[in-house]
């Protein structure tokens, strides 16, 4: 039951993030706070998707997923159009830490940054406010 739960979370944040993509043109005017938000939010929920998954994922096998390990496992299905995705794994697997780039915020590169400890920080470029 849980594991239904976790995949249909996992679908409709797919489905958030792939309406979200396909709505913005390279020609799109500057978004707005909102809007920003709501992609910010969107970055936030993706990366607990993968603390889940990467929390599973090295319960069932002892160590944590590296991003080709995650894509080919069930416990991360998502589509991440318009997001970059960097996950380094150590050589032991006993830690990780991703870095979760929006694409699209051209100006300020915003991101989502989380660890194995599953604290999920947000950063900017320097000059940009938080």
Known sequence: MQK????LSIGLLALVVTTGGALR????P??????????????IKLVR?????EFRYKTKHGAYATSDELAASD?????LSGWSLRL???ADGKAYDALLEDTTD???GYAAVT?????????KTIDCAI
Do not use: W, Y
């Not at 239904?4 to 995949?7: E, R, T, W």
């Not at 998707?49 to 998954?53: C, E, F, P």
């Not at 416990?75 to 589509?79: L, N, S, T």
């Not at 660890?115 to 950063?123: F, L, P, T």
């Open 88 to 90: 380094d794994v150590t």
């Open 75 to 79: 416990e991360f299905k998502v589509d």
């Open 25 to 28: 043109s390279q020609d799109a």
């Open 30 to 43: 500057p978004t707005s706070p909102d809007s920003d938000r709501a992609r910010h939010m969107t970055a």
């Open 4 to 7: 239904k739960f976790i995949l």
């Open 49 to 53: 998707a993968l603390n889940t998954a």
């Open 106 to 108: 051209k100006s300020c």
């Open 115 to 123: 660890d194995e400890r599953g604290v999920i920080r947000q950063s």
